[in-house]
């Protein structure tokens, strides 16, 4: 599993990267700053969580059953929390209007926080 966790990771990264890179550059182009800026929240929240994966993979004193529920969690979040802001953010460049999924950001938010949440309960009922 922690193979599998630091991999996703790595690969969360180097999208929230190019990404990042994309917007800075191509769409700096073609969206006003406040898209711009919510497209960049949506990187910035990638690149927490790509951190945060990384830091899961690495742990040794975390179980695997916790390790691997705050996997879900985060891949999931991520999808749902970035992934819609992204589409969001850049709504203005396709025919379909992306607003409809919007209610799935807060879902994507929350998960995300439920993976730091079963971090923080892993160490709170740690028997020492």
Same mark, same amino acid.
Request: charged letters at 15%; aromatic letters at 14%.
């Given at each position: 599993?922690?193979? !599998?966790? @630091?991999?996703?990771? &790595? ?16 769409? %700096?182009?073609?969206?006003? =700053? ?30 695997? !059953?916790? %390790? ?16 819609? @802001? ?12 992306? !607003?409809? @999924? ?8 929350? =998960? ?5 949440? &079963?971090?923080? =309960? ?7």
């Amino acid at each position: 599993m922690d193979r !599998k966790i @630091i991999s996703t990771a &790595a690969i969360f990264g180097m999208i929230a990267i190019i990404l990042g890179a994309f917007g800075a550059h191509a769409l %700096k182009k073609v969206l006003t =700053l406040d898209q711009l800026a919510t497209f960049e929240t949506g990187v910035r929240y990638q690149t927490y969580h790509a951190l945060f994966l990384l830091f899961i993979g690495i742990l040794t004193d975390l179980p695997q !059953k916790t %390790k691997k529920t705050i996997y879900y969690l985060v891949t999931f979040g991520i999808f749902l929390f970035s992934g819609s @802001i992204y589409l969001l953010a850049t709504n203005d460049l396709t025919s379909f209007d992306f !607003k409809v @999924i919007g209610f799935i950001t807060p879902i994507g938010g929350l =998960l995300l926080i439920l993976a730091w949440g &079963a971090l923080l =309960l892993n160490y709170f009922n740690k028997k020492s």
